[in-house]
């Protein structure tokens, strides 16, 4: 079955730093999504991504973070300045048709560390 | 706003016998219901969905879930467990009136016992 990928698999950092968590969906997905969980909570909805541009967001998603698909391949999760709150699994989606009624293919998961 | 309930953190079943996971969840429009699951060190994967039709919905691995409109559950059941089904479980809910995005709950670890 094919898989998305995602890289690192696990990403420490500096508070305040900026961190790009890398994606690459199945490649002939048109639907881009984020979620995270953090350690013992749920797993929560960030943004999802159609026609390069963002369709929905959550109230997580604010001003310090942006998505990008900056070729045919790759969709990527940009933290500006990272708080200790941002240590997480970060988890990429994807799915051929809206996540109306279609199941996502996650990938494995970034676990941040904000030190 | 929509919402999803796992009322237990973990269950224990011995091998062979049947398991339930459990799962409510609450919407103000129609409920599209997911389960997933999650193995150690990889990505959540798609089990089963419901979206209209009969309330009984069969996915992968043998798992089954039932639509209960009147409870507001999705609960989630195999009649025979295997060692190999040890995992953790989440339920996902669509509020079929409000957008694309999936509310999880927070997991059921299920321990399958030899």
């Known amino acids: 079955e094919p898989e998305v990928t995602q890289t690192p698999s696990h990403q420490v950092t500096q508070m305040g730093q900026e961190v790009i968590l890398r994606c690459v969906p199945i490649?002939?997905?048109?639907?881009f999504y984020w979620y995270r969980q953090i350690l013992g909570q749920k797993v929560e909805f960030l943004v999802s991504?159609?026609?390069?541009?963002?369709?929905?967001k959550s109230e997580i998603f604010d001003d310090q973070f942006s998505v990008e698909r900056p070729d045919g391949s790759n969709f990527t999760l940009k933290i500006r300045s990272t708080k200790l709150e941002d240590s997480a699994m970060y988890f990429c989606?994807?799915?051929?048709?809206?996540?109306?009624?279609?199941?996502?293919?996650f990938g494995s998961g970034t676990q941040l560390s904000v030190l | 706003a929509q919402s999803v309930a796992q009322p237990e953190d973990q269950v224990n079943v011995a091998e062979g016998n049947p398991l339930t996971v459990k799962c409510t969840y609450s919407?103000?429009?129609?409920?599209?219901l997911f389960w997933y699951v999650q193995y150690p060190n990889r990505g959540l994967q798609f089990l089963l969905k419901?979206?209209?039709?009969?309330?009984l919905v069969k996915g992968s691995y043998g798992f089954e879930a039932e639509f209960n409109k009147s409870q507001t559950s999705f609960h989630l059941k195999k009649p025979s467990a295997l060692v190999s089904d040890s995992a953790l479980y989440f339920c996902?809910?669509?509020?079929?009136?409000?957008?694309?995005?999936?509310?999880f709950g927070g997991g059921t670890r299920l321990m399958v016992k030899p």
């Open positions: 991504f159609y026609n390069n541009e963002i369709s929905e």
């Open positions: 996902a809910v669509r509020d079929g009136n409000a957008g694309n995005m999936l509310t």
């Open positions: 919407v103000s429009g129609n409920p599209y």
């Open positions: 490649s002939n997905h048109l639907y």
């Open positions: 989606a994807s799915s051929l048709t809206p996540a109306t009624n279609e199941k996502l293919f």
């Open positions: 419901y979206i209209t039709g009969d309330n």
